[in-house]
């Protein structure tokens, strides 16, 4: 049983910082690809950052360079930090598990998911 709690969200203002958290219930974490998703109102989830097993990471266009992902396999935890917070940025942020062998930062195929936390930038 693989289970994903995210912690850390709320309401911000824009450019400041905000540190996400997930805590993972999976014994094996360190064979397990992880990732955070977000979702805004009325858009599809779409994929912010993974990290491979031993760390090797992805970031999309639109968060390169202002969030950094995370993994600390001794405490079996997974974090976002996010700065320079936009508007655009305001939406419910889940994280992801996918079992592998690879040390690739996967873009898809991720079956665990959070119950997600909210984070929300006002202008």
């Known amino acids: 049983q693989v289970e994903l709690v995210e912690s850390g969200g709320g309401l911000v203002q824009a450019g400041d910082s905000l540190r996400l958290s997930c805590a993972a219930s999976?014994?094996?974490?360190?064979?397990?690809?992880m990732a955070w998703y977000r979702q805004a109102p009325e858009k599809e989830r779409e994929l912010v950052a993974s990290i491979s097993r031993e760390g090797k990471t992805y970031y999309s266009d639109s968060v390169k360079d202002r969030f950094t992902i995370a993994r600390d396999n001794t405490k079996r935890r997974l974090a976002l930090q996010m700065n320079n917070l936009k508007a655009e940025d305001t939406a419910v942020y889940f994280c992801?598990?996918?079992?592998?062998?690879?040390?690739?930062?996967?873009?898809?195929?991720?079956?665990?998911w959070g119950q997600g936390t909210q984070v929300t930038v006002s202008i």
């Open positions: 999976i014994y094996t974490f360190d064979n397990f690809a």
């Open positions: 992801a598990a996918m079992y592998t062998m690879a040390d690739v930062p996967p873009r898809s195929g991720f079956n665990y």
